[in-house]
């Protein structure tokens, strides 16, 4: 017989001998196991008695054995009742079934129901919706979860008692779903008032690693910041993370044919408001004057200065007032200029055709510092360029906090129909900012930039605000200023290197009577006498 054939029959000699004296001495092992149990339980127990009791517990334990080896057969009894208690307690416990994970939603719709009882149950109702005994499959339609196990949609029904028309109630009821669906995210309700139904949307994060740079737009129109893919028909390239991608943007046309020639933007502190002026100005810079009035004196526009296209950025109370008198007089100039052109059918000057612009951040510090020292408010001065800006090529933006909404004067607020509301503000803010009811509640921690937009009548859309950050900010990454200096018209000697001089002669050059002239010049109209300025 070969050697393998030997060696495989001792394996399985020594398995089944193996197996055997496995069922032979189970028994012992278990009783083996029930007495360890019993001596750790006596040890235990016999350091958890006091000293003063161990005494009388020793003379009752030993009273104990002896009357148990007086008592007929009381020893066998004695063995018996032991091995039986410890085969018991050396038995192996079954395992129990682990529990079935519970349905996630059973546990967050069924608590999410019983938020809603107190607010959507009527004492009255026969036949309620919601009632604390109810299950909510009564009342919700459809819904959807997130991989991570998040509500991502949802459909109710209520009863047709609940005032929906009233924006508090409304409130209450989405406070309630944002609260138990959790205050991270950003959630859109539709309320359909006919059919009362709710139908209940998580919003997905619009991105936030959009820098500045140069926007595929033409001229007049201006990218506030980008949007879902819901909000608008058009998608633009952008540099995002290394790579082109299309997003979707929030545009703003200026110019004399728009229906919305003049922005208000309002916002929380610290959520990017002044970022928004920046982004707007190395927007329009290519193609339009800038004056820039820096009401908070922050120093968040000092990277304009002496910038081709900047006429001047003011700080000061009496500086602000001085380039906005300039501007109400320069707009009743291009009126006039305008006016007479179209009155005698002449070519429209230059001067009169490039767009002014009228940036201004936190006027209302400004105002209140001129009503201390009795001077006119900045604001006031802004109701020319404001009520006849589209005619005259005259855009004014103001930014300002949302708090300060009450100290804006009524001809701003009239006058602006071009609304941005950025950070995370209340359902009556977010109405009073934007002029219509926001049908989206915002997240509880919101990014820089984060808000909303509405552009005339149109439907507020979300909005995130492309990072633009000041260049002379040394707490600020080196690559988002570089990308904020890159779009500056020139090199300013305070954050780049100065430009070289061009080279100039010792002396002009002389010119012979007889020499014939460089360029012949022609008198045709071969150009058109108004040439459009391109983007540079």
Partial sequence: MPLHRHLSKGREFARTAGDHATDMFAPLAVIGRGLRHHAGWAKD???????????????????????????????????????????WAGRAPKAAPAPPAPDVADVKLGALYSAL?????????????YHFEGSYKNAFG???????????????SYPAYFTDTEPAARARIEQVVQGKAGRAREYRFDWDEESNRLRITALAPLPT????????????????????????????PVTQGGAVTQQPPVIWRTGPRSSEPHLLALGVTGYGTSSLIRSIALQALPYADLVV???????????????????????????????????AQETERRLT???????????????????????????TELGELAHAEGRPDPQDLLELPLRHGRAARVTVVIADDVEARDRITPTVRATTRARVLLGPARSEEAHAALGAPLDIVPAAHAPVGRGYARIGNGTPVRLQVPTTVDPLDDDALAQLRDAVIALLPHRDSRTEAAPAAPHRPDRPPVVRADAPPSHPVDFGKAEPMIRSRPIS
Avoid: K
């Avoid at 922050?298 to 007032?321: D, F, I, K, M, Y």
């Fill in 209 to 236: 690693d959009v820098v500045a740079q140069r926007f595929v737009a033409a001229p007049g129109e201006i990218v506030l910041g980008f949007t879902d893919e819901d909000g608008t028909a058009r998608t633009i």
């Fill in 293 to 327: 009035i820096d009401g908070a004196g922050t120093g968040e526009h000092a990277c304009l200065v002496n910038r081709p296209g900047v006429h001047t950025v003011e700080t000061s109370l009496h500086g602000a007032l001085a380039a906005l008198t300039w501007a």
């Fill in 142 to 156: 459809s819904w959807e979860f997130d991989g991570e196990g998040r509500l991502s949609r949802l459909e109710l």
């Fill in 117 to 129: 009882t107190p607010y959507l149950c009527g004492p009255e109702d026969a036949n309620p919706l």
């Fill in 337 to 363: 200029a305008l006016n007479a052109a179209r009155h005698t059918g002449a070519s429209l000057p230059e001067d009169v055709t490039r767009p002014l612009w009228l940036l201004l951040d936190h006027p």
């Fill in 45 to 87: 127990r016999w350091q958890a008695t006091p000293e003063e009791r161990r005494g009388p517990t020793l003379f009752l334990s030993a009273a104990m054995l002896i009357g148990i080896y007086l008592l007929p057969h009381g020893l066998l009894f004695a063995l018996v009742a032991l091995m039986a208690s410890a085969a």
